[in-house]
């Protein structure tokens, strides 16, 4: 994939997912970790696995550098398997997010261990794609930056496997259009509603940046309404933010915090133009492509 992908995935990622560095389980009673990492190999939701399942989960947990809390020694197999087992068993707590599993969990991973661990997980799933589904991604490597985050973004929430035959014949035929509006997924609700807008804007300006005829490496962020800027500004650093696209306290807040950083009036308004032209010059010195400045 692009390099441009690659340095973006885990700032596009972390807001959507959240950075955890227990085990937890996900809203559909799968354990996981990291920036949305499944360490469960349970074929049916919300509920308990076949010893043949647990035994192939443990595997994944084990794949990961576990540390003892407080002492920060490496935990033992035995040792991950109690924190993977006991998580596992209050599948009734799944609806309540992480923090609901800190008081179950012994083990942390460190910052760079969930860095590492994402970018395998992401290239794992660039392998599924090009190697098992080339009858529709095999154009995957030629394709724009942004129609490229799009999809993987599709396979980090659904797994590379998913299939949606409209969506496929798209973006076989790079009819980025048709991608945007085939690229839906279900449940719509929490921050898979973020990740499918973000992913349907992904793939219009796959479009744009083709028709126009840019740099096919270079992401695309826009900045013309309350969304892009408050992908701009996550893009800059500016966090904890949600990309809701509302222009609530929290928004102004952090537009107040960059028009502080860079010597503006902090007036908290997202559609300043002289804030709109920092963001996009900023974003540009990073190797980013505004569209809507």
Partial sequence: MQQSVRDYWITFNDPLEGRV??????????VSTGIGN????TAR???????????????????LRWLVNDVDTVATPEEIAEDWDRVKSHLELAS???GAFRPHTRLHLEDNEIDRHVFAKLDEMECVLLEQRGEHFGGFVSWPANAQLATMSMCWAT???FRFPKFQEHVKARSWVGAAD???FTPDVGTIIIRNKLDRAHFLFARDVEDQGLPMDQIVLGVSDVFGVQGALLALGFKPLSQDGVDGPCTQGKVKEFQTANGLAENGAFDDPDTVYALTSQLTGRGFRVFGA
Avoid at 21 to 30: A, F, H, S, T
Avoid at 38 to 41: G, R
Avoid at 45 to 63: G, I, V
């Fill in 96 to 98: 309540q997010g992480h």
């Fill in 159 to 161: 797994g590379p496997k």
């Fill in 182 to 184: 085939e690229c839906h």
């Fill in 45 to 63: 939701d919300n509920f308990a696995p076949t010893a043949q399942e647990r035994e192939k989960s443990l595997a994944a947990a084990s794949s």
């Fill in 21 to 30: 560095n227990i085990m937890y389980l996900d809203v559909k009673g799968y």
């Fill in 38 to 41: 499944k360490i469960d190999e």
